[in-house]
């Protein structure tokens, strides 16, 4: 909601300036939220979960703060009095204390990231299309053994294919997956249920805990193997990483396939172009990514020294947001057609998979996961439909993803 408070009204309490907008879960409608961010400024004064950020709203500012030298996911630079409103059980809570990759910087970063980045690069992610499109293929056929009505497309397509790829990529025994995932999504904030995300992430970290453990007297295939045999990170890290790549692995995606099923369920002429091998479904992910950002708001950047962006000043220790929903409908960067979702028109570049030293790791995973399983989708369903006019229109309910929580269609005629 908008406070209508000044840019620059000095609160006093905790890092300066005062709020301009309240990004609140259970009332935010994303693009309409964006929409008036963006009007604010390229920066803006926004609460989130309790606590106090500037919001980076446009293409241009968002990446020179995903770029910025002096702007640290390192949480040693934040204000003390930034970091005591971080509230327990939030979803800010579990980004901001990550002792994962996503929270370090220089050298550090290099050190957590790199075994990582060995088995998520482009070449090794090809290699696993043809398994990625037996996993689509499979969930083809779960739907077509599905009773005639309405189909949660979410829960019986987008959700598990994800699940499955990135359980099998990291080695995690098939009698815990389903109940690892249930654990990540709580800890994710996009569990349906009103569940303790503190006792949640417990469980969580008990089980994959076990899992490494495990695997330290028996190696087995899969990364979380990998990393521990490697034996460059510390149990904690390790910890992190595996939540991490979880979380981040695969609500992003299931809120990729959701969003660009949609999108063209309400595009029938780009449907059909696509169907009809003139519109490559790789456009159609990254239009998604540009339109429908699979991530609206993220955590969190701190100045390591004051800093002017954009003609506003950022006093050290203050904290940055990243608003990628926002971006990638910025009218400065994607003209008349920035709310549009046009899969055909040649388009600038997004940022919804980040920018700089932090890019996502996964990005190609991602697209892979994005194209082959929206064909497989699309092919075997050509007359799929929305189940109503309100289908797919509940929004998720958290600051941080950017999806519907269900999308009941109708598979045939
Ligand atoms: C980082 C988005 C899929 C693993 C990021 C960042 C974004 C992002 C925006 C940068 C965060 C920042 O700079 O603050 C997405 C989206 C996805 C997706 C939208 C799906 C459509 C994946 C997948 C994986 C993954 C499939 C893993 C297999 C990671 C990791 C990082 C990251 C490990 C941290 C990189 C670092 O800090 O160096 N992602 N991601 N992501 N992503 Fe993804």
């Not at 482009?122 to 189909?151: N, S, Y």
Request: charged letters at 25%; aromatic letters at 6%; one cysteine or more.
């Amino acid at each position: 909601a908008d406070t209508g408070a000044d840019t620059g009204a000095d609160t006093g309490a905790d890092t300066g300036a005062g709020v301009e907008f309240v990004l609140d879960p259970a009332t935010l409608d994303v693009h309409a939220d964006c929409e008036r961010l963006r009007e604010l400024g390229p920066l803006v004064r926004v609460e989130m979960e309790g606590v106090r950020a500037w919001a980076a709203t446009r293409h241009a500012t968002l990446a020179a703060v995903l770029a910025h030298p002096d702007l640290s996911r390192d949480i040693a630079y934040w204000d003390p009095a930034g970091r005591a409103a971080v509230r327990d059980g939030t979803a800010v809570r579990r980004i901001t204390f990550d002792t994962s990759m996503l929270n370090a910087e220089g050298e550090e970063h290099r050190r957590l990231r790199g075994p990582m980045a060995r088995v998520f690069n482009a070449r090794r992610v090809e290699e696993l299309r043809p398994w990625v499109a037996r996993l689509a293929a499979e969930r083809v056929d779960h739907l077509a053994t599905l009773p005639p009505g309405p189909v949660d497309l979410r829960e019986e397509f987008a959700y598990p294919i994800p699940r499955d790829v990135i359980t099998e990529l990291m080695g995690i025994p098939p009698a815990m997956r389903a109940r690892v995932h249930e654990l990540t999504d709580v800890a994710a904030g996009v569990g349906d249920t009103p569940v303790d995300v503190t006792e949640a992430r417990k469980v969580l970290y008990g089980m994959v805990a076990e899992i490494i453990e495990g695997l330290r007297r028996t190696p087995g295939p899969g990364l979380i193997s990998a990393l521990v045999q490697e034996g460059e990170l510390t149990g904690k890290e390790l910890l992190d990483t595996v939540e991490l790549v979880f979380i981040a692995g695969h609500v992003t995606t299931v809120n990729l396939l959701t969003n660009g099923a949609r999108a063209l369920l309400r595009e029938p002429a780009q449907l059909a172009l696509a169907l009809g091998g003139e519109l490559a479904w790789s456009a159609v992910v990254e239009e998604t990514m540009r339109w429908d950002s699979p991530i609206a708001h993220f955590p969190m950047r701190y100045a390591v020294r004051d800093l002017e962006i954009e003609g506003v000043r950022v006093r050290k220790g203050e904290a940055v947001v990243a608003c990628f929903a926002s971006a990638g409908r910025d009218p400065e960067r994607y003209g008349a057609r920035a709310c549009r979702f046009d899969a055909v028109a040649e388009q600038p570049g997004h940022l919804s998979f980040g920018h700089g030293r932090h890019f996502c790791l996964g990005a190609p995973l991602a697209r892979l996961e994005g194209e082959v399983a929206l064909a497989a989708l699309f092919e075997a369903f050509p007359d799929m439909r929305l189940a109503g006019p309100d289908a797919g229109t509940r929004p998720l309910g958290s600051v941080l993803g950017n999806s519907t929580r269900s999308l009941p269609v109708l598979l045939g005629e």
